[in-house]
């Protein structure tokens, strides 16, 4: 996905986990870790055009690196004045939704991740959504943004309508894919 949608997702988790007690920080932390798989782009410097297909979406978008980055990125946080109110479990678990909900989120495009690095380099792609697609990323960025104005009155209500929506419609379009491929299989057959 697009980095837009991948640091509205993490503010979104962010928001979700920490806000109750760090406030509009624990948003900014999650855009923050959310689009951290993404830094692997600085290698295009590097590597030819060719390479960086294997190279982009590879072990930055692991689960083992999800796990790996969340323990290295909760020890850190635990160093910081922002959020020495909060535990080292709270901070991993924000951290590894944050991470693995980016390589998941990648995983529903056509390009794919390979989750399974080192294990395995299968290239997992559902090719259900579009690399961007506003129709997931407003609903969620717009009950963000109606949370953290409101702020003051300790609701979360809209960024976690937010989230539902917007993961609905994630769902549905796995749907609409296996609609459509079968449809075309069977036409195809014919």
Do not use: C
């Not at 299968?122 to 969620?140: E, H, K, Q, W």
């Amino acid at each position: 996905m697009d980095s837009i949608t991948q640091a509205v997702l993490g503010a979104s988790i962010g928001e979700a986990t920490l806000g109750h007690k760090i406030g509009n920080r624990g948003a900014l932390a999650g855009a923050l870790v959310a689009t951290l798989p993404d830094l692997d782009v600085a290698l295009y410097a590097v590597y030819s055009p060719f390479e960086m297909l294997s190279i982009h979406r590879g072990l930055s978008h692991s689960i083992l690196f999800s796990v790996l980055g969340a323990l290295l990125i909760a020890w850190i946080m635990t160093k910081m004045k922002s959020f020495k109110s909060l535990s080292f479990i709270r901070l991993f678990v924000f951290s590894w939704l944050a991470l693995f909900t980016h390589i998941l989120l990648d995983a529903f495009t056509a390009y794919g991740t390979q989750l399974l690095l080192p294990f395995s380099n299968l290239r997992v792609g559902f090719n259900a959504i579009n690399v961007v697609d506003p129709v997931y990323t407003l609903p969620m960025l717009a009950g963000l943004i109606w949370t953290l104005r409101r702020r003051s009155t300790n609701s979360s209500g809209g960024n976690t309508i937010g989230l539902i929506v917007s993961n609905l419609y994630l769902l549905a379009t796995l749907g609409v894919h296996a609609y459509v491929s079968n449809k075309i299989s069977l036409d195809l057959a014919n």
